[in-house]
C-alpha cells in the first residue's frame, strides 16, 4: 500500500516543499543580513493569501494580478515592519529582537483577527482545476503551476543576489555591516530591501497555498511559519540554496509522514528531524562550522 502511494506522495510532498522554500528563503534572508530569526515571516505569508483573496473577490483580479499584488503589497508590508519593530533595535541584544519578532506576529495575527473574524473562508477557484494522468500519479494544473512560479522566483532571487549591484551590497552587508557602511553601502536600504524581497516571496507562497487548498484564516501563518524555519535551519541559515533544499525536504517529509499512516504526528516529526540536525549538524545541510575568534 504505501509503495503505491509512494509516487503520489513524492510529487505531493515537492509541490508543498516548494511553498515550505519560498518562506524559508526569507528566513535566511533576513538572518543573512542582521542575524534576527524573523517568527513574523510565516503571518506575512497569511497577509499575503488574505491580500489574493480580497484582490480576486473584491477587486475582480485575475490570479496573476492578484499574485503580483499581493507580493507588492507584502513587499512593503515588510520593510514598514523592518523600519518601525527591527530597526530601533538593531544595536540591542538578539533577545529584545527575537522578542519583539515574536510580537510583531501576534499583532498581525490577533488584527486580522479583530479585522475578518477567526472563521476559515474558502479562497476563491480563479484557475479551473484540470487533472493530469502519469501512471499511477495524478498531478494537476494547479500543483504545476505552483511548482514552476516557485521555482522561477527562486531562480530569479540567486539573479537578484548574485547578478546585481543591490545583490552584492546584500552580501557585503552580510559579511561585515560596518566595513559595507564604510565603503559607502546604505546599509539601511540594503536590509529594507532583503525584507521587502522575503516578504514578497512569502506574499506569493501565501496565494499560492490559498489556491492550493482552497482555505485561509487568520492563524495559518503559524505552523507554515515554523517549518519554514526549521527548512531553513535544516539547509543551512543564511545561505538561500541551503534554505530551498531544506524547503524541499521538510516537505517530502511531512507527506511521507501520511503516507505511512503517522497524519496526526507529521508536525512532530518534523520537529524531530530540526532537534536531529542540530544535535549531528547544527550547521545544517550546506552550511560550514565556523570557530568564533574570543
Known sequence: MFLEQLPQQLVNGIILGSIYALLALGYTMVYGIIKLINFAHGDIYMMGAFIGYYAINAFHMNFWLALVTSMIVCAILGVVIEFL?????????????????????????????YLVGADARSFPQAIKIVNF??????????QLMILAVAVFLMIALQLIVKKTKM????????????????????VNTTISFTF???????????????LYYNSIDPLMGMTPGIKAFVAAVLG?????????????????????????????????IV???????????????????????V
Open 85 to 113: 519593530a527591527y530597526r530601533p533595535l538593531r544595536n540591542s541584544t538578539r533577545i529584545a529582537a527575537l522578542i519583539t519578532a515574536i510580537g510583531v506576529s501576534f499583532f498581525l495575527e490577533y488584527s486580522m483577527v
Open 133 to 142: 494522468d502519469i501512471g499511477s500519479v495524478t498531478v494537476t494544473n494547479i
Open 167 to 186: 545583490g552584492k551590497a546584500m552580501r557585503a552587508v552580510s559579511v561585515d555591516s560596518d566595513a559595507a557602511q564604510l565603503m559607502g553601502i546604505n
Open 196 to 210: 521587502a524581497l522575503g516578504s514578497a516571496l512569502a506574499g506569493a507562497a501565501g496565494v499560492m497555498i490559498g
Open 236 to 268: 543551512g541559515i543564511g545561505i538561500i540554496p541551503g534554505a530551498a533544499i531544506g524547503g524541499f525536504v521538510i516537505g517530502i517529509l511531512e507527506t511521507l509522514s501520511t503516507a505511512i499512516g503517522l497524519s496526526s504526528y507529521r508536525d512532530a
Open 271 to 293: 520537529y524531530a528531524v530540526l532537534i536531529v540536525i542540530l544535535l549531528v549538524r547544527p550547521a545544517g545541510i550546506l552550511g560550514k562550522n565556523l570557530k568564533e575568534k
